[in-house]
Structures are given as C-alpha cells and as structure tokens.
C-alpha cells in the first residue's frame, strides 16, 4: 500500500499547480485578477459554474453504473448521491439549495443561464470521462473529481464575497442560502474525497502496472480538464468571445511507466 499511498501524493502534488490547487493562484480569483473583475464578470464566472453544479450529479449517477461491479466504490459513489439528494439538507436537494439562493439573493435562474462555449466543451469532456468502460480510469477520474471539489468550493466563496463587497450588499450570511451551499459543500467535500479514496484502495492494491497508469490517466484527465475550463473562462471574459481550441492535447503521458 506504500506504492500507493506514494502514487496519491504525486496525484496531489500535480493538482497543486493547476487552477484547482489553490484559489490564490486560480486565473481568475488571484488578487491581480480578481480585483480588476466587475460585478458582470463575476457574476458571469458564477452563472458558468452553476451549470457544471446542475451537471455534476449526472456525472456521479455515470460513474456508479459505470463502477457497479467494484462494489466498495459504487456504494461509496451512491452514498454522496444520496446526500446531494437531501440526505443530510431535511430532504431538500442541495442543487435546489442552490437554485433558490442564486434566485433570491443574486437574482439569476440557473436553470435559464446560457452556455458558454467553453463550457460546453468541458462538460463534454467530463461526460465523456465518466462513461469510460475501465474501472480503473474510472476511479481515477471520480477521485480526481471530489478531490478537487474542495478547492473549486473555496474559489466559488472567493468570487461570491467579492460579488458581495462590490455591490455592497447587506446581506446576513448565517440566512444565506448561497453560503450554505457553498459552505457545506466545503466541509462535506473532504470527508467526501478521504471515504471515496478508502473504498478505491482495495481495487489498487493488486493492479497491474498498466491498471494503474490507466487510474493515474483518469485523475490527469479530470484535473486537466477543470483547469483548462478555468483558463478558457479567463479567456472569454478578457476578450468577451467564445474561445474553444481546435486541438486539445490530454497529458496522457505525466505518468510514466519506469
């Protein structure tokens, strides 16, 4: 378990210098950029992420069927569904949380946002990563997934305080439905990123060298993609044009074979 426990931590020393590794060095809520954005631009980024949220848990529901026969995994996988599902909100789904707070108090229907072309790519591409046929690609994107969930949380709370400095809003935090989306999405995502890489651990611990290229490809293509969104985001708001590239390169090969 020592060789994978050492795998892991290359998985996190990766993330750390992408866009998801830290929100001060994010392209967008790095101070130097942050402090030049207007409400618009802010509100934008927002609007943007919130039709990833309304994704997401689809791409949760994928990735267990996809896992069904790692059973370890598709409970764990079904259990974070179920509490997206109101398990732990009375019931009360947290993208409805979500809804009604972007509603009330930054006044946008998510369910009417438009769709970026960047952001149609990437939603594209993490379809498509969440339907791959192999367990252990599978696993290492699902991983890569709630692992940097935490991190995009602690951006999304940058860009909503902001928001709220900018307009000088009056707004009461502890009656917030926008920062109790955020917040417990914060602190459910680490408990969330530590059970899912407990019941994947028993799946790694015979594999083949191969098998765990193809976990390492998964956890390498999930995190690329999420940061590249994050730069074509920056882009389109510098420009105010729909930027998708025509090539996109995946590092499929940051993870060597010796």
């Not at 026969?69 to 409970?75: G, V």
């Not at 909100?89 to 946008?108: A, K, S």
């Not at 690609?137 to 991983?143: K, L, N, T, V």
């Not at 060298?209 to 730069?231: C, H, I, P």
């Amino acid at each position: 378990m020592e060789k994978i426990d050492e795998l892991i931590a290359t998985f996190h020393n990766y993330a750390y210098f992408t866009n998801l590794g830290d929100n001060k060095k994010n392209v967008i809520t790095r101070d130097d950029n942050l402090n030049t954005m207007s409400t618009t631009d802010i509100l934008d980024i927002i609007k943007q992420y919130s039709i990833f949220s309304n994704e997401a848990i689809h791409m949760l529901v994928d990735s267990a069927i996809r896992n069904h026969d790692w059973k370890i995994l598709k409970n764990e996988i079904l259990e974070n569904i179920r509490e997206e599902l109101g398990s732990e909100t009375l019931e009360i789904p947290h993208l409805e949380l979500m809804r009604e707070g972007y509603r009330e108090e930054l006044l946008f229907d998510p369910d009417k946002v438009e769709w970026w072309d960047e952001t149609t790519l990437f939603i594209n591409r993490m379809k498509l990563a969440f339907i791959n046929d192999d367990n252990f690609f599978s696993a290492g994107a699902i991983y890569s997934f709630e692992y940097l969930a935490i991190q995009e949380f602690h951006i999304i709370e940058k860009l909503f305080f902001k928001y709220l400095e900018l307009t000088n809003a009056n707004l009461d935090l502890n009656k917030s439905l926008v920062y109790y989306y955020i917040r417990g999405h914060k602190e459910f995502e680490i408990g969330h990123s530590e059970h899912l890489l407990d019941s994947i651990k028993p799946y790694l611990s015979d594999a083949s060298e191969e098998d765990l290229n193809k976990f390492s490809l998964g956890f390498a293509s999930v995190t690329d993609y999420m940061s590249r969104w994050w730069d074509d985001l920056s882009f389109h708001l510098l420009y105010k044009i729909n930027f998708v590239p025509d090539i996109f390169v995946s590092k499929d090969k940051i993870f060597k074979k010796d």
